[in-house]
């Protein structure tokens, strides 16, 4: 069974970093593509942040976090990473975790079938 528990989340400045975590305490990680989505303020929906397969190949929303933010997992600790650089107060927000089947389609939020409850983002300026 899979559960999927974030963490890292907290206040930052306006360009400084975090680095949220995502821990499986269930399945291997190694056979699932992980994905990272935010729910900001006033939005009902999660966003698409960035994604990573199974064999390690990264995925980002270019709109609004390539070049800032940097996705990777650990294996051996089951564990996937989000590095969040050059933060901005419109990254607050909540930040989700979730695991999917195959490789297709990472952006979009059907595509996944566990989902973590989230840790808080804020981004100060």
């Known amino acids: 069974q899979v559960h999927l528990v974030e963490s890292g989340g907290g206040v930052a400045q306006a360009g400084g970093s975090l680095r949220l975590s995502c821990a499986d305490s269930?399945?291997?990680?190694?056979?699932?593509?992980m994905g990272w989505f935010r729910q900001t303020p006033g939005e009902e929906d999660r966003e698409f942040v960035a994604?990573?397969?199974?064999?390690?190949?990264?995925?980002y929303n270019v709109n609004t976090v390539k070049d800032r933010f940097s996705i990777s997992r650990d294996y051996a600790k089951k564990l996937v990473y989000l590095e969040m650089n050059s933060l901005k107060p419109e990254d607050t927000g909540r930040y989700y975790c979730?695991?999917?089947?195959?490789?297709?389609?990472?952006?979009?939020?059907?595509?996944?079938?566990?989902w973590g409850q989230g840790t808080q983002v804020t981004v100060s300026s």
């Open positions: 979730a695991a999917a089947w195959g490789d297709r389609e990472l952006g979009s939020r059907a595509r996944y079938a566990y």
């Open positions: 269930g399945h291997s990680l190694g056979e699932s593509s």
């Open positions: 994604a990573i397969t199974w064999s390690g190949g990264p995925t």
